[in-house]
């Protein structure tokens, strides 16, 4: 069973960093497209960064410098760096995994909640 669990979010002052975590069961990350998105209140989730298999990473223009995508295979887990915070990258952000073979529409996690403010 495909299951993906973020963790990290939390209360942040502008300019600080957070972690996020994306700890994957039942398939691979090091073979899926791997994505981190967000949602903050009223707006559309917006994709943040991806890692394709081959290490090729894209990521929304408003985070790039300031955020980055990895994984670890041997833990089975990706992670989203996050430094410079800003106030507007306030939101939920969620892990996806488009896995080979699985469903078309890929996989979600629950979302984890991250807050910039002072």
């Known amino acids: 069973q495909v299951q993906l669990v973020e963790s990290g979010g939390g209360l942040v002052q502008p300019g600080g960093s957070l972690k996020l975590s994306c700890g994957a069961s039942g398939f691979s990350v090091s073979n899926s497209v791997m994505g981190w998105y967000r949602q903050a209140p009223g707006k559309e989730r917006e994709l943040v960064a991806a890692?394709?298999?081959?290490?090729?990473?894209n990521y929304l223009e408003s985070v790039k410098g300031r955020f980055t995508i990895s994984r670890d295979n041997a833990e089975n887990t990706v992670y989203l760096q996050m430094d410079g915070l800003k106030a507007e990258d306030t939101a939920t952000y969620y892990c996806?995994?488009?896995?080979?073979?699985?469903?078309?529409?890929?996989?979600w996690g629950k979302g984890t909640l991250v807050s910039v403010s002072s």
């Open positions: 890692l394709s298999p081959g290490g090729k990473m």
């Open positions: 996806k995994a488009n896995i080979p073979g699985g469903l078309a529409m890929g996989y």
